[in-house]
């Protein structure tokens, strides 16, 4: 599942390939034919994401919502398209530039009242400028659900999936199954803030890598995929902390990674 660094680099990528461009908007796979219609030939002007929503801003107050969901992709690319093969739910096109996207959990035209809408139901991301880490940290530090439930939760911090989660409670030694109440205020602040460096990084690299150097087996030189992490899926293998065999349980239908070694409560 795309984590929201990934949708903000959307975001980016699209706004440099169509910003101020007007638009052929096609749905070759004829779902989306309704939408397309209403925002075929006018000028994209706005181009944002907020967690994992992306919000492109037409002529008109029109914009095209888009969540990727499990399975959704965008391709994109410079001069003519390639045929649309597959279900290319949206197809974009300028003069020079080409996207396409399939299989999103959600595409539809909104207006600008129902994105604020949808913002609105939405927490604070990392990612952006305008985040309210602090209205989120207080939600989340009135709950008894453990911090790991809470981190996942879209309406309270926007952006962070099962990756970001389980690193970022690990870098700051938090045992995932403290309840929100219980998570003192310098924690929340310090999370917060490492979850801003982490995902920033994701968007610059457009991976995710949240070891230190000194913490991997090949110390020098760009971090391989089997030193990326310090507990995400590394079930069963020594903590490159403690040693400890990293744990991996289900919850909420996702499995949570984490070093019992540790991440252990204080309190
Ligand atoms: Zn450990």
Redesign the pocket.
């Known amino acids: 599942v795309p984590e929201g660094h990934t949708v903000h680099g959307h975001a980016r990528r699209l706004a440099a390939l169509f910003g101020d461009r007007r638009l052929a908007v096609s749905s070759p796979q004829g779902r989306f034919g309704t939408g397309a219609r209403l925002l075929d030939g006018r000028i994209l002007r706005t181009t944002t994401a907020h967690g994992k929503h992306l919000f492109l801003g037409f002529d008109d107050e029109r914009w095209l919502h888009v969540h990727l969901g499990l399975f959704g992709t965008w391709r994109f690319g410079d001069g003519p398209p390639p045929d649309p093969r597959g279900a290319v739910r949206v197809a974009l096109a300028s003069a020079d530039a080409w996207a396409h996207l399939r299989g999103p959990t959600a595409c539809d035209v909104l207006a600008t009242d129902e994105v604020t809408a949808v913002r609105n139901r939405l927490g604070a991301d990392p990612l952006r400028a305008d985040a309210d880490a602090r209205g989120a940290g207080e939600r989340l530090r009135r709950s008894r659900s453990s911090v790991a439930v809470l981190l996942m939760r879209q309406d309270l911090v926007a952006g962070v999936g099962n990756v970001y989660r389980a690193e970022s409670l690990f870098r700051a030694r938090i045992d995932p199954h403290l309840p929100g109440r219980a998570l003192p205020e310098s924690s929340w602040n310090a999370l917060w803030s490492d979850l801003v460096t982490l995902m920033r990084d994701g968007l610059r690299r457009g991976r995710i890598v949240t070891t230190r150097p000194q913490h991997r087996t090949r110390r020098s030189g760009i971090a391989r995929g089997e030193d990326a992490y310090y507990v995400y899926r590394r079930a069963g293998l020594a ?1 490159r ?2 040693g ?1 065999a990293v744990r991996a349980e289900p919850l909420g239908g996702r499995t949570l990674y984490h ?1 019992p ?2 991440q252990v409560s204080s309190g």
């Open positions: 903590c902390i403690c400890t070093c070694g540790c």
